[in-house]
C-alpha cells in the first residue's frame, strides 16, 4: 500500500507539470540540467574533515559516538548526517583526539541482498565510503564492540548522540562502555557549530532557496484558476521534485479564507475563497538542506485596500526585523524590532507567534539561543492574522549574519505586494473564460 502510495504521488507530481506547463513561467529543460547538476548535494570529504575537527575534544581521553539510527519510517539522525555526509541506516560514527586530523572511525552494517532487496543498495564498509567521507576508516557494524573496548582503556568521557531516548545504562550494555566512563550530550559540542554555516553550507542553502522560488511561481500562477488548496500543493511539491528535491523540507503550508489564519494549516484541503488571500509556506530542499519561504498573494490577482494595508504593516515589520541582524543580535532582537511595528501599527493581538528562528538541516535548526556570529543563517517572519475577516499574511525570508550585518539569501523571490498581484493575474488574463464559470471558485 505504501509503495502504491507513492507511485500515485509520483504519477501526479508527472501530469501536473505536462498538463500545467503552460501555466510555469519558467524552463523545463534547464531545470532539468541543474536537477543534474545538484541532485546529489554530497558535501565534500574536505568539508565534512573541517567538521569533524572542529569537535574541539580536549585529548584522546574524550571522544564522540554518534549514532545513525533509521529504519523503515525513521529518519536519519542528522548530526550524523552533518558529520559523515551519509544518510544510511545502522551507521556509527567515532571521533576520537584534539585536532583537525582527530581519529574518525565509521562503522557500517555489512552489505545484505536481502535488505537491498527491500531497500535498495547501501554503501560497503570499505575504502570506496572512506573517500566520500574523508574518515581515518570504515569497518563493519560486528566489530565495533571489540575496537571499542580497546578504545576505552584509555577513554574518559563519551559525548553520545543517541536517535531517540535512552537510558544511560543501555547504551553502556549495547556498546559495552563501562560505567566509570563519563557520558554526555553529545549537543554540546555539535550543535553551536551546526547553527554557523559554512561557505559550502550557504550554497547549497541558495539552491533549495531557488527551488522553493520556482514552487512558489507555480503555486501563484494557479491561485485563480484551481479549486482547491490541494491543487496548489501538489503544484508547488511537483515543481520541487522536477528540480531534484526528494521531498519537501518540512510539511507544506497552503491556506486561503479562514485557513490563512491558522499558523501550521496543513491539511491544505480547503476552498480557494475569491476575494481572499492565499499563504504558502514552503520550502524545497538540496540534499538535506531546507529552506523556509512564505509568500501571500491575492486569489483573485488583485488585493482590496484593507489587504494591501495589512500587507504593507507586515512588509514593513520584516524590514525592521531584517535590520536587526547583525553580530551580536539575538533571536529576540528580530521579534522586538519587528514586533515593535505591527504594535505600533495596533495588530499586536493578531501576531501570536516568534519572528525568527535557526534553519538548515532541519527547518527549525538545533542550537542554543545565543548572540548571532557570521554564518548563522536565520528566517524573519513576521505576521498578521485577523480571524474574523478570513485575512492572514505572513512574509517569510532566510537571511545570514554577516561582519558588518546580514544578507537575504531569498532576495531572488520578490516580496512587494505589486509582484505578488502580477503572479496571479498574469495567469489569470490568459484564462479564456471567468474563473467563477469554470471552475467553481468561491466567493466570500
Known amino acids: 500500500m505504501k509503495r502504491s502510495s507513492i507511485s500515485w504521488k509520483l504519477r501526479w507530481a508527472i501530469l501536473l507539470l ?67 555526509g551519509l544518510h544510511v541506516w545502522g551507521g556509527i560514527l567515532i571521533v576520537s583526539g584534539a585536532s583537525l586530523e582527530n581519529e574518525s572511525v565509521l562503522f557500517l552494517p555489512k552489505k545484505d541482498p536481502d535488505f537491498e532487496l527491500w531497500h535498495g543498495p547501501r554503501l560497503a564498509p570499505d575504502e570506496s565510503t572512506q573517500g566520500l567521507t574523508g574518515v581515518s576508516s570504515v569497518q563493519p557494524l560486528s566489530q565495533i564492540s571489540e575496537w571499542l573496548e580497546n578504545k576505552l582503556k584509555t577513554t574518559e568521557t563519551v559525548f553520545h548522540s543517541l536517535p531517540g531516548e535512552a537510558s544511560q545504562p543501555a547504551i553502556w550494555d549495547r556498546l559495552k562502555i563501562r560505567d566509570d566512563v563519563q557520558l554526555r550530550s553529545a549537543k554540546t559540542l555539535l550543535h553551536p557549530h551546526r547553527q554557523i554555516k559554512s561557505d559550502w553550507e550557504q550554497q547549497q542553502m541558495i539552491h533549495a532557496i531557488r527551488r522553493t522560488h520556482q514552487g512558489l511561481q507555480a503555486g501563484a500562477a ?131 507567534h516568534g519572528t525568527s528562528h535557526h534553519v538548515g538541516l532541519d527547518v527549525h535548526d538545533v542550537g542554543p539561543r545565543r548572540a548571532f556570529q557570521p554564518g548563522m543563517v536565520v528566517t524573519v517572519e513576521p505576521g498578521i492574522y485577523i480571524a474574523e475577516e478570513q485575512l492572514g499574511i505572513r512574509i517569510e525570508d532566510i537571511v545570514v549574519v554577516t561582519e558588518t550585518g546580514f544578507e537575504i539569501l531569498s532576495a531572488m523571490i520578490p516580496r512587494d505586494a505589486e509582484t505578488m498581484e502580477k503572479w496571479v493575474s498574469a495567469q489569470k488574463k490568459k484564462s479564456a473564460e471567468p474563473v467563477e464559470k469554470k471552475r467553481g471558485v468561491e466567493s466570500l
Not at 503552460?22 to 567538521?51: N, T, V, Y
Not at 491544505?268 to 501571500?296: E, H
Request: charged share 25%; glycine share 10%.
Open 18 to 84: 505536462s498538463s500545467w506547463g503552460g501555466l510555469f513561467p519558467c524552463d523545463i529543460q534547464a531545470i532539468s540540467s541543474d536537477l543534474s547538476r545538484e541532485a546529489d548535494a554530497r558535501p565534500p570529504a574536505e568539508e565534512l574533515k573541517s567538521r569533524r575537527g572542529r569537535l574541539q575534544l580536549k585529548d584522546s581521553s574524550e571522544m564522540v559516538i554518534v549514532e545513525a539510527g533509521g529504519g523503515e519510517g525513521v529518519e536519519v539522525t542528522r548530526d550524523f548526517e552533518y558529520l559523515t
Open 222 to 352: 494557479l491561485a485563480s484558476q484551481v479549486k482547491n488548496e490541494c491543487e496548489i500543493e501538489a503544484a508547488i511539491e511537483a515543481r520541487f521534485r522536477s528540480q531534484g528535491s526528494i521531498a519537501p523540507g518540512f510539511p507544506s503550508i497552503v491556506g486561503s479564507g479562514n485557513n490563512s489564519c491558522i499558523l501550521h494549516w496543513q491539511k491544505n484541503n480547503g476552498p480557494l475563497v475569491m476575494g481572499s488571500v492565499l499563504l504558502m509556506d514552503v520550502g524545497a530542499r538540496s540534499g538535506p538542506y531546507t529552506a523556509d519561504i512564505t509568500r501571500t498573494v491575492p486569489v483573485s490577482g488583485q488585493w482590496t485596500e484593507r489587504q494591501k494595508e495589512i500587507y504593507a504593516v507586515v512588509l514593513a515589520a520584516q524590514k525592521a526585523g531584517m535590520e536587526a541582524v547583525k553580530p551580536g543580535a539575538t533571536i529576540g532582537s528580530i521579534d522586538a524590532a519587528a514586533r515593535a511595528v505591527i504594535r505600533e501599527a495596533g495588530y499586536e493581538e493578531y501576531f501570536p
